[in-house]
């Protein structure tokens, strides 16, 4: 089967618009992933000729009280499945407890991680993106969802990762 590259991260920052625009306003194929729940769903996906699954997460609205633990279980679910974990953060609002639990669950994994800033729609929030290297998981890559800025890269980045 092809590679699983599994997009984690906290409620609203962008990781359902950030699999749209990876899988380039395809039809996406929606499939079944044996021990995936329905909070989970998996695409084909392809780039620079080669084929993997992209598994986007989230799509239940947890209780503001338990968010970070609930995003903690979640990724700790697809970090599972994936090859290579896309983790985005909000690069607008900076690096939250929430996503720090996320830091955690991927510290304890043997998983190759790649750090997208998201919401980068300009140069001018390129040094909000900047502060993420606090994260202490690498350069944050730049990207767009929304509009597309940096996504070739960032998919280079993935897919270098496998
Ligand atoms: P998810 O909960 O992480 O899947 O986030 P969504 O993909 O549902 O996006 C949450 C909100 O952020 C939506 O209103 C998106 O339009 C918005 N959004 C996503 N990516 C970007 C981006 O690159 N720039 C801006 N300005 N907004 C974005
Ligand atoms: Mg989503």
């Known amino acids: 089967p092809p590679p699983v590259v599994a997009v984690v991260g906290r409620p609203n920052v ?5 699999v749209n625009r990876i899988l380039g306003r395809r039809e996406a194929v929606v499939e079944d992933v ?15 000729g080669r084929r993997f699954t992209v598994l986007d997460t989230g799509g239940w609205e947890p209780k503001a009280e338990g968010l970070a633990a609930a995003v903690a279980d979640q990724a700790r679910l697809a970090v599972d499945a994936a090859d290579v974990v896309l983790f985005v953060v909000d ?3 900076g690096a939250t407890d929430t996503d720090e639990a996320v830091v955690g669950v991927l510290r304890r994994a043997d998983k190759p991680v790649v750090l997208a800033a998201n919401k980068v729609d300009d140069a001018r929030a390129e040094a909000d993106a900047a502060t993420l290297w606090s994260l202490g998981l690498g350069e944050p890559l730049v990207v767009s969802a929304l509009h597309g800025r940096g996504s070739g890269d960032l998919l280079d980045a993935v897919l270098n990762a496998l």
């Open 91 to 93: 690069a607008t609002v």
């Open 34 to 48: 044996p021990g995936v729940t329905r909070d989970r769903v998996a695409y084909d996906a392809a780039w620079g």
């Open 14 to 18: 962008g990781k359902s618009t950030l």
